[in-house]
């Protein structure tokens, strides 16, 4: 099996260098041009009480609320398009494409399978997190004499790698997704629902007493992208539930592979039925 | 101890409410080349998957070796090499690199070097990434993936596909010696007289039926005779008009049949006309497969 996690590794080499380094290229943009904006963000910032800034979490006053605003909230939903793209991909998109069929054709337990992809999605998406939060860190480090903040380098690079078990719930959703749809297409557009739904609706329900209830729901409630998080870090416990909510839909990935018919590209209870008499035979 | 390498009851398999396979009863015995033969969405691929438990059946059961491929698949595919009708391969990997993990995710390790042996009997470049090969040179990489453990059950879906026919000879050549070495081998293909070459038995699926089992020799000479027949007069145009024979030629004197049943009534009738010379044309696994799917009648039944 070692083998198989080498290529899953070598097969994600390309993806890891290349969404690490713009992944990267994001925060150090951001992080870099706070001196010389720095300035001007405190006379926008009535713009950004508007109800719509609010819903997308953006708050420039301060050092902190800037980049909770620009990079941990959008480094994360960044990641998760990546955990949607590779998620989906990894069995659904290689069912597609027809190169599933050898694999599984060797004697491996279908779940050793399972595993070894997901083992090397989550690596994968903690390869270019930690790549995006050491670029944010560095930068950091650089323009650290131009501003005033508690927040520190290695803090900045934990509170974005605390965006792991974020992106990682999505990724495994998305790769049980990718086991119950009947093709890539659909299992991407449904995981592309449950992120962006998630994102906006986390926002919103933040923001709107009556929705306060629903806020649970949402992934994205569980890494908050926000000054106070940045400066005293996320909650374990938040981050806990999002690991807990990966290691349910990897169990899922599990099962409904087990169970699924290789290159039919059928929902589940679209299996195969013979038909009664009365279906002319 | 199983009886055979390959067994199937009753295997149905139902894509929705399309047929894939209907009631497939096979029994494929140790040591034997099976050919399956049939038209392309007969079910010959589907068969083959729900060996190697891709799919699962909708009602029936399959076995290799004894083991149910289902519900101890792992154990069933154990010793099985597989080449699938739709190859495809992980582009960016070398084939060297390919087969090294393929050949590592195997259970039982036969001979870690023999794919380099295959790769040189079939002139493949190992050292070449995947996606730059051809359409003929990736077949190879399957031909190889599916020999390299020296499996005691090859099940190979049209496996000459897309190769030149020198390759095709040289993979022909790894199955018969597979075979010699004891490896059975369940093989589809449209290259008939392929089939008729290496193929101790031949199973025909039409309409995802299985509608002759039959070792080829019974098949090319029990199945129909043609027969040429010389007289001393020319025959009258009426002389074989009965059921299940049909004239296919006249030369003179000489009128060539062929005879699907009754023979020897054909035979009295023939020496009532007076024979004067008699000779049996060969009839090919394609002229019996094409009588199986005969032009416009839907095929014949079995």
């Known amino acids: 099996m070692l083998r198989l996690l080498l290529q899953e590794f070598r097969s994600r080499r390309n993806a890891i260098i290349g969404w690490g380094i713009g992944l990267c290229f994001f925060p150090v943009v951001y992080v870099g041009l706070y001196p010389s904006l720095a300035d001007q963000m405190a006379s926008f910032q009535e713009i950004m009480d508007l109800a719509i800034y609010q819903a997308l979490g953006i708050s420039m006053a301060s050092f902190e609320g800037y980049m909770a605003s620009t990079v941990t909230n959008l480094v994360p939903l960044i990641l998760c398009i990546y955990g949607v793209i590779n998620g989906t991909g990894t069995l659904a998109g290689e069912e597609d494409s027809g190169r599933l069929e050898l694999i599984v054709a060797l004697p491996i337990p279908r779940w050793q399978i399972v595993t070894v992809k997901a083992m090397a999605l989550g690596v994968a998406l903690l390869l270019i997190l930690a790549i995006a939060a050491a670029g944010a860190a560095l930068t950091l480090v650089a323009i650290g004499n131009q501003v005033e903040t508690t927040v520190t380098p290695l803090g900045l690079f934990f509170n974005l790698l605390a965006a792991w078990p974020l992106a990682m719930a999505v990724g495994m959703i998305s790769l049980w997704l990718g086991t119950f749809s009947p093709s890539r297409r659909t299992a991407a557009m449904l995981a592309t629902v449950v992120v962006l739904a998630s994102y906006l609706g986390s926002n919103l329900a933040g923001m709107i007493t009556s929705l306060e209830g629903i806020q649970k729901i949402f992934l994205f409630h569980y890494y908050e992208a926000s000054a106070e998080a940045l400066k005293g870090g996320q909650q374990t416990g938040n981050l806990l539930v999002l690991l807990a909510v990966a290691l349910v839909a990897f169990g899922g990935a599990v099962l409904f592979f087990q169970i699924r018919d290789l290159t039919i590209g059928a929902w589940p209870w679209q299996r195969g039925k013979i038909p009664g008499p009365e279906a002319g035979g | ?302």
């Open chain 2, 1 to 302: 101890m199983a009886d055979y390498a390959i067994e199937t009851h009753g295997l149905s398999v139902y894509y929705g409410r399309h047929r894939g396979i209907l009631d497939v009863n096979l029994r494929v015995e140790k040591g034997e080349v099976f050919g399956f033969l049939g038209p392309n969405g007969a079910g010959k691929t589907t068969t083959q998957r729900v060996l190697m438990d891709i799919i699962r059946p909708t009602a029936g059961e399959a076995r290799m070796f004894g083991r149910d491929c289902q519900k101890e698949s792992v154990a069933a595919r154990d010793r099985v090499g597989y080449l699938p009708g739709e190859l495809s391969l992980y582009d960016s990997m070398k084939v060297r690199e390919f087969f090294e993990m393929y050949f590592s995710l195997q259970r039982s390790n036969n001979d870690p070097g023999h794919w380099r042996t295959l790769s040189e009997r079939l002139q493949l470049d190992t050292s070449r990434r995947i996606g730059q090969l051809s359409r003929g040179n990736k077949q190879k990489v399957g031909v190889v993936a599916a020999f390299m453990n020296k499996p005691d059950l090859l099940i190979l879906d049209e496996p000459t596909t897309g190769l030149d026919p020198l390759v095709q000879q040289t993979v022909m050549e790894l199955v018969r010696e597979a075979n010699g070495a004891g490896a059975t081998v369940f093989f589809s293909s449209h290259i008939l007289p392929e089939v008729q070459a290496v193929c101790d038995r031949v199973g025909i699926i039409r309409e995802g039926q299985l509608v002759a089992t039959e070792r080829v020799e019974d098949l090319t000479t029990q199945h129909f005779k043609r027969i040429r027949f010389g007289f001393a007069t020319v025959p009258p145009d009426n002389a074989f008009t009965q059921d299940g024979v049909t004239v296919l030629a006249r030369d003179g004197q000489g009128l060539t049949l062929e005879i699907h049943k009754d023979l020897d009534q054909v035979m009295e009738r023939a020496a009532a006309l007076g024979i004067t010379d008699i000779e049996t044309i060969p009839v090919s696994l394609e002229e019996i497969f094409l009588a199986y799917y005969g032009k416009g009648n839907g095929g014949r039944d079995a």
